[in-house]
């Protein structure tokens, strides 16, 4: 009987439309669209060359203003894109945002700009190094020795002894959109484990009704009926990641086997939720999808899918909802096996998930346990 | 007025769906508004630096902290929450000064400071400020060995800086605040007017309403005419609630022409929805593929159209294929105002025509939906 229910479950999940949609297509889109959106987000987010102009006065010519700015405008990837003109026309280009600011050297240097920003403090930074470097030369009693000080200097600090970069190698932030695509494919899972179990409630379908007069002991149908539903979550799941692995190219650490475990853990979370929803709340299927739905984008928002830095927000402010929120479970998970070279953090959110699925379970055997009905 | 008062009672069946999306959709939009500082003047951008000192805090060690102090936020993060900052770009550049770094310094040992960055601009511009500083402090040790003249030296000429002047007299900060709160707000509109109406028009196209409703003396326009006014009570309550908050978040340029313009927007943006909820409500015969299409639309539009994402980062295809979509113009029009200087007829050109754009969408909805609903005008 455990099989032929199991089989004919799988049967009848694969022949609806709108959970294939949930399960296979809705999380295959959302992929797509976010590989669309942040495909330059990281690379926009470094220094382009930006533009300038810069006005012609007789104190900037031969000036170490002049050889700076002809050196940074210069090479493969140029620092400025230098404009010389009048002050008349450099405030138009100014106005109509053809540059981002304009330089005039004459016994002091002036820097004009449209709006504060990065690409102002860029030149302004510029400038005054230029500016400090002359003070430095001036400050030397001995002015024969300099610029050979200088240089001796400027050699030695450029080079990468003084300053030695030890950052990570994984430092892409947009992964985390993924990670909580992945817990939102697990949380929709449950819309699987309702519609399951509703097919197995008298007062919810006449499917229900027919199974609970059946000599047959409900554990067995409900547990089939459960694991088909988790075998189909798990497909989809399975689909998802060759999706985002072989077309997205997402990097999810080179642990496989954890992958594997957190995503079963992920899945189950999701499916026992889904369960508990359609046990305790006595409304149609409808609303519960509707509250499943709505519990899993809330869930998913708190773990950073509209914005990545939400998930730290809320991480760094009120860590409690985060650890209680099963999408960030998962998604964390992920996260801790891509960034870090330990394991704790991961192992943590592998506990929590199972806790999770335990607490759903037993709320789902309390309220399905013993159901009698007089009238239906 | 039958079709407003079914509407009604159809709202009032559905009060629970509607009250939980639009809580969720409320506290997303409110949630993710970020803060800054507003300014007229020129503030320097400043990048976040946290500082981990194994050295004695005297003498250039000292120093250093408070050069980089004064040019960046210094941030102070508890240890074992330092790699999450980064990665989340909390903190742009992390500087480990070593153990005495103070004493190597000063007896030419040329001591190395290890930093961790992230690879934005802001993490450039730290850099940029410890190696001026390096530099400027490794120049004075080559002509003197006394630390405090050392000090004294390299303040004197870290002090050299140059005057900028700010053209522009918008306060770009609380504008941007606005915009990114409005942009948002791309998302609250689409998910909660699309869900909301199309659970209330799924009741009207239940068989048996819509057999009677064909074979009533009103006609098809007229009732689809009365069935949009009644749904445009919950479009416009909707955007009223956000104009609330919005004005209760930033009361000072909500009443200014700037806020005025953005609640223009958002108010056309809204009657653009409220036909596109009505269009796809009409599509759809399904109750339960209702949650589907709100998720992929609202989704969808916010992701390629700017409002998750600023418009700026987007790859040029996307924004090409964006066009096609009235987020788009929406969410182009909220980051037009931010950046209007002064208002002159070039500025009311380009914001009608953003705001024409948007219309057209509005009305192309409506005549598709008439042109469906005469098609089903026949069953059977």
């Known amino acids: ?376 | 007025m039958i079709v407003f008062k079914t509407f009604l009672k159809v709202l009032n069946k559905c009060k629970m769906p509607i009250i939980l999306y639009t809580i969720i959709l409320l506290f997303f939009g409110v949630f993710n508004i970020k803060s800054s500082d507003n300014s007229t003047n020129f503030v320097g951008s400043k990048p976040n630096v946290l500082i981990v000192n194994n050295d004695c805090n005297e003498g250039i060690t000292s120093n250093l902290i408070a050069y980089i102090e004064k040019n960046s936020h210094l941030k102070a993060i508890k240890e074992d929450a330092i790699d999450d900052a980064l990665f989340y770009r909390d903190v742009n550049y992390i500087i480990y000064i070593p153990y005495n770094y103070r004493h190597d310094f000063l007896n030419n040992q040329n001591p190395t400071i290890e930093i961790k960055r992230t690879s934005d601009y802001l993490a450039s511009l730290a850099e940029l400020n410890l190696e001026r500083y390096l530099k400027v402090a490794a120049f004075y040790k080559e002509i003197s060995n006394d630390e405090n003249k050392i000090i004294n030296l390299i303040n004197d000429t870290l002090e050299n800086e140059t005057e900028v002047t700010v053209i522009s007299k918008v306060d770009i900060d609380s504008l941007t605040k606005v915009t990114s709160y409005y942009n948002f707000t791309n998302y609250c509109f689409l998910a909660g007017c699309i869900y909301i109406i199309c659970l209330v028009i799924a009741s009207f196209k239940n068989e048996k309403i819509v057999k009677r409703t064909i074979i009533s003396s009103l006609d098809y326009k007229k009732h689809n005419r009365y069935l949009l006014f009644s749904n445009s009570l919950f479009a416009f309550c909707l955007w009223f609630m956000y104009v609330i908050i919005s004005i209760i978040l930033f009361k000072q340029t909500m009443f200014s022409l700037y806020g005025y313009l953005y609640m223009i927007n958002s108010f056309v943006f809204t009657s653009c929805v409220l036909t596109l909820a009505f269009l796809i409500g009409n599509l759809s015969r399904n109750k339960n593929a209702i949650n589907g299409i709100v998720n992929v639309i609202a989704l969808g539009s916010s992701f390629l159209c700017g409002s998750f994402v600023p418009l700026d980062y987007l790859p040029s295809f996307v924004i090409k294929l964006a066009h096609f979509l009235p987020s788009f113009w929406y969410i182009k029009t909220n980051e037009f105002i931010k950046t209007i200087d002064t208002f002159n007829l070039e500025v009311v050109k380009i914001l009608v025509f953003n705001l024409i754009m948007t219309l057209l969408f509005a009305s192309l909805f409506v005549i598709i939906t008439n042109i469906i609903s005469k098609k089903r005008q026949t069953i059977g």
């Open chain 1, 1 to 376: 009987m455990f099989t032929h229910n199991l089989k004919y479950t799988l049967k009848i999940l694969f022949k609806n439309k709108i959970l294939i949609f949930w399960t296979f297509a809705f999380p295959i889109i959302l992929g797509t669209l976010f590989n669309m959106a942040f495909a330059d987000i990281e690379k926009n987010e470094q220094l382009n060359t930006l533009d300038i102009a810069i006005i012609k006065t007789n104190e900037f010519k031969d000036s170490l203003y002049e050889t700076t700015f002809k050196n940074l405008s210069q090479g493969d990837k140029p620092m400025f894109n230098i404009k010389y003109t009048d002050e008349q026309t450099a405030i138009e280009w100014l106005q109509n945002k053809e540059i981002s600011g304009y330089l005039i050297v004459e016994e002091d240097e002036r820097i004009v700009i449209n709006q504060n920003g990065i690409e102002a403090t860029i030149l302004k930074q510029v400038v005054d190094e230029i500016k400090q470097t002359k003070k430095m030369l001036q400050n030397v009693p001995n002015q024969s020795q300099a610029k050979d000080i200088y240089f001796k200097v400027m050699n030695n600090v450029e080079s990468p002894s003084n300053i030695k970069n030890i950052t990570r190698a994984n430092l892409s932030y947009t992964m985390i959109e993924f990670y909580t695509l992945i817990a939102m494919t697990c949380l929709y899972g449950g819309i699987l484990g309702m519609y399951v179990v509703n097919q197995n409630l008298a007062n919810m379908s006449s499917n229900g009704k027919r199974v609970s007069i059946t000599p047959i002991k409900k554990i067995k149908i409900i547990l089939s009926s459960v694991l088909a539903s988790y075998i189909a979550q798990l497909i989809g799941l399975v689909l998802l990641f060759l999706y985002t692995v072989c077309f997205l190219k997402i990097d999810y650490g080179d642990n496989w086997l954890l992958v594997f475990l957190l995503s079963l853990l992920g899945s189950l979370a999701g499916l026992t939720f889904g369960i508990a929803i359609a046990a305790i709340f006595r409304t149609n299927e409808n609303n519960k999808t509707g509250i499943i739905i709505a519990f899993t984008m809330l869930c998913c928002f708190l773990s950073g899918m509209m914005g990545i830095s939400m998930k730290y927000i809320v991480d760094k402010h009120t860590p409690i909802i985060n650890k209680l929120n099963p999408a960030n479970m998962i998604t964390d998970g992920f996260y801790s096996l891509y960034y870090y070279d330990t394991l704790d953090r991961f192992y943590f959110n592998i506990i929590s998930l199972a806790i999770f699925s335990l607490i759903m379970i037993t709320i789902s055997l309390l309220s399905l346990r013993r159901q009698k009905y007089d009238s239906i």
